[in-house]
C-alpha cells in the first residue's frame, strides 16, 4: 500500500467534503494531527475508525486501501491486488520479527557464554562463584522469554500428522518440548501430539 497515495486521496476526498482536518477529527474522536499524519502519508487510520472515516468521505474501504476511486469494473481486480499486498506486507513484518528473535537468541547466547568464560577466568571457586553463575543464568533467560513471545507472534506450527497450521498460546508454546523452533505440541484437528514445525505462513 502506498500511505502517500492514500493520503494524499484521504485530503482530495475529505476537502471534497467541505471538511476541515480539525472538522473531521472531532467527528472521528481524535486530534487534528493524527489526520495530519495520514495526509502526509506518515501513519495509516487504526482499523477501528476506517469504517466510520469512509463514511466520512463517501468512500469505500477498497478505495481508501486503494488511494483512488474505483470503478464497478475494476473493484474485484482491485481486491486482488490490496490482498496480495497486504500478505506482502504481512510476510515482510514477519520476517522482520523472525530476524530480530533469531538476532537476540544470537546475542544472548554469545552474552552468555562470554560471561560464563570471563567468570571462570577471574573469579575463584566458591559461594560467589554460583551466585554470579546463576545471576547471569537470569539474565541470559529475560532475552529468551522475549524471543520466545516474538517467535509465537509470527506464522504458525505445521501438525507432521494432518498438515494442520496451529497457533499456540504463548504458554502452550512455553511448556512444549522443542528443538530449535519445533515443538511437540497437540494438534486440535487430528488431536495427537507431534512435533510441529515452524512456519511463517498463517
Request: proline fraction near 2%.
Amino acid at each position: 500500500m502506498d500511505q502517500i497515495k492514500i493520503g494524499k486521496f484521504i485530503a482530495e476526498c475529505r476537502k471534497k467534503e467541505n471538511l476541515t482536518q480539525m472538522q473531521l477529527a472531532e467527528k472521528l474522536n481524535i486530534t487534528d494531527r493524527a489526520v495530519s499524519k495520514w495526509e502526509t502519508g506518515k501513519s495509516m487510520p487504526d482499523a477501528s475508525i476506517m469504517l466510520a472515516l469512509c463514511d466520512m468521505l463517501n468512500i469505500s474501504v477498497n478505495e481508501l486501501l486503494s488511494g483512488e476511486k474505483i470503478s464497478m469494473e475494476n473493484n474485484n481486480q482491485k481486491n486482488e491486488h490490496l490482498l496480495l499486498d497486504m500478505a506482502k506486507e504481512l510476510e515482510k513484518k514477519n520476517k522482520t520479527i523472525w530476524n530480530a528473535m533469531w538476532t537476540i537468541m544470537t546475542v544472548s547466547i554469545i552474552g552468555l557464554i562470554g560471561g560464563l568464560a570471563i567468570i571462570a577466568f577471574f573469579m575463584s571457586e566458591g559461594p560467589w562463584m554460583l551466585v554470579a553463575i546463576l545471576s547471569l543464568c537470569v539474565v541470559f533467560l529475560i532475552p529468551c522469554f522475549y524471543a520466545l513471545k516474538l517467535e509465537v507472534s509470527v506464522g504458525a506450527y505445521k501438525c507432521k500428522n494432518c498438515g494442520y497450521e496451529i497457533v499456540p498460546t504463548y504458554s502452550q508454546a512455553l511448556h512444549a518440548m522443542h528443538m530449535g523452533t519445533t515443538r511437540y505440541l497437540k494438534c486440535p484437528q487430528c488431536n495427537k501430539r507431534t512435533w510441529c514445525k515452524k512456519v511463517l505462513k498463517k
